[in-house]
């Protein structure tokens, strides 16, 4: 009996192994085959960084300098902006934002960036669902002075801006901004500290900047149509956060420029 039961072990370890050695072997498919998926998986993650993490955008004017460039005959400033930081708390004071014009007083000179021709604009709409052209949409980078629940003005009797929150006896603070170039800011007159921005000077406002919105303004103060120009609109010249798309946080081109876009609040110094 003994020998029996050993007899059907075997047999049994037998057969086993010869259905292992039956079954077939996975081939492993030619890379030209696997390229399309690999390509596909690519897009997908690129998709969501850029819908959800952030994406590139070009510095279109001088507006920011000398922090960002962009002016006629210099090499403009690529960024990197990141959206994760406002799904978390609004834009503070001193961060550098990237938003789509609010309204048509920002937007009247926008021309559209896509072409006339049909398909050549709907490849460029899939092209910048990808990041790889930019969207088709007045986008501005400026820098937040003020928030919503604040005022702010200008100036001081040394020609600074100026920002209190909106509550009775609230005192007005000056703000020393050292991200402003001396060179690129408004000329200062002591005697007639009154002269409005558009006719040269620096004064304007004040202005109560409404909650869910930002006061903003371009480091080259000569050269940035900021919320100082759009004073006249329905939103005297603030821009809802919910335009606001990112935080401008590396520039990324060129290579001789390439680092961080500081956040420096104004508010603090």
């Known amino acids: 009996m003994a020998d029996e039961s050993e007899s059907v072990a075997v047999s049994g370890s037998d057969d086993d192994g010869r259905a292992e050695q039956a079954k077939p072997k996975k081939k492993q498919r030619p890379f030209w085959q696997e390229l399309p998926m690999l390509i596909g998986i690519a897009a997908v993650i690129t998709a969501l960084v850029v819908t959800f993490i952030g994406r590139p955008y070009v510095i279109p004017s001088q507006s920011m300098e000398p922090t960002l460039h962009g002016c006629a005959g210099c090499t403009g400033d690529r960024i990197y902006v990141q959206k994760l930081s406002y799904y978390f708390g609004d834009p503070k004071p001193g961060d550098v934002v990237v938003f789509v014009g609010p309204t048509d007083d920002w937007n009247k000179t926008y021309r559209s960036i896509r072409s006339s021709n049909a398909a050549v604009r ?148």
């Open 122 to 269: 709907g490849v460029q709409n899939f092209l910048s669902f990808f990041g790889l052209v930019p969207p088709d949409e007045n986008d501005l980078v400026k820098r937040v002075i003020a928030v919503g629940g604040q005022q702010v003005k200008c100036c001081d009797a040394e020609g600074r801006v100026m920002v209190r929150e909106d509550k009775p006896g609230a005192e007005w603070k000056a703000l020393d901004e050292p991200y402003v170039d001396p060179k690129r800011n408004n000329p200062f007159d002591p005697a007639h500290p009154d002269i409005p921005f558009n006719a040269g000077g620096r004064a304007f406002g004040p202005v109560t900047v409404p909650e869910g919105n930002l006061w903003v303004m371009g480091d080259n103060r000569r050269e940035s149509a900021d919320s100082r120009w759009h004073m006249g609109d329905e939103l005297q010249g603030t821009v809802p956060v919910s335009d606001v798309r990112g935080k401008a946080i590396w520039k990324i081109w060129p290579i001789g420029r390439i680092g961080l876009v500081r956040s420096e609040d104004p508010q603090t110094n």
